[in-house]
């Protein structure tokens, strides 16, 4: 599966952005979906995740209620959609695919995409 990130860039805080996630490759629709970001001088974190259905999702507590992910299986594509955004949301967000527990735990996740900026100034 390969996977490509886009839609970051610079946002005001109290704004939005759209993250996607475009797949190609091995069935994507088997795999679990996440969204992870990394801040300088931090490490990673998971931020979200869907199941294979979009049945099941995960959201840290930090964006819990303001970041909505979902997938569109016939589009091959993961979706971020992040409202109220805080300067502590600037990373690189990056998303990735794989079983369920790996990408909520974000530990042996399969594959991985490229990363996006998102920023979010004050």
């Known amino acids: 599966v390969q996977l490509q990130a886009s839609g970051g860039g610079l946002v005001q805080a109290g704004g939005s952005l759209t993250l996607s996630c475009a797949a190609s490759?091995?069935?994507?629709?088997?795999?679990?979906a996440g969204w992870f970001r990394q801040a300088p001088g931090k490490e990673r974190e998971t931020v979200s995740a869907?199941?294979?259905?979009?049945?099941?999702?995960y959201y840290a507590d930090s964006v819990k209620g303001r970041f909505t992910t979902s997938r569109d299986n016939a589009k091959n594509t993961v979706y971020l959609q992040m409202n109220s955004l805080k300067p502590e949301d600037t990373a690189v967000y990056y998303c990735?695919?794989?079983?369920?527990?790996?990408?909520?735990?974000?530990?042996?996740?399969?594959?991985w995409g490229q990363g996006t900026q998102v920023t979010v100034s004050s």
């Open positions: 990735a695919a794989g079983g369920w527990g790996s990408v909520v735990a974000g530990i042996g996740v399969g594959y």
């Open positions: 490759g091995r069935s994507f629709s088997n795999y679990a």
């Open positions: 869907i199941s294979w259905s979009g049945a099941d999702t």
